[in-house]
């Protein structure tokens, strides 16, 4: 069992930034590759980003590229997801999750453990 704990999410204006942190507990983190998705009520999970277990690949949705920066401190057990420039379409309850094999995926299925998730709203 992985047990994972989102925490960084708020209120922020237009143009503003964030950093979600996921800490993790439970089996070896760096066993895990980890991913970011977000969601908004009446629509499907959306990936966002994610990271391999080293932390040497990432993968990011087109709709963040240049603006979100997904990263990982193996020592902490944590992953963070800078965001920059935020766009109101970026509200969302964001989750983070641990995919086993140590991959970066961009599937929702791939991935076997979540967080409760964190509140962003973005503000026009």
């Known amino acids: 069992q992985v047990q994972l704990v989102e925490s960084g999410g708020g209120l922020v204006q237009a143009g503003g930034s964030l950093r979600l942190s996921c800490a993790a507990s439970g089996h070896t983190f760096s066993n895990y590759g980890m991913g970011w998705f977000r969601q908004v009520p009446g629509k499907e999970r959306e990936f966002v980003a994610a990271?391999?277990?080293?932390?040497?690949?990432?993968n990011y949705a087109n709709s963040v590229k240049g603006r979100f920066t997904i990263s990982r401190d193996n020592a902490k057990n944590t992953v963070y997801l800078q965001i920059f420039s935020l766009k109101p379409e970026d509200t969302a309850v964001y989750y983070c999750a641990a995919a086993p094999f140590g991959l970066a995926k961009q599937d929702a299925y791939e991935y076997d453990y979540w967080g409760q998730g964190t509140q962003v709203t973005v503000s026009s």
């Open positions: 990271i391999s277990w080293i932390g040497n690949k990432s």
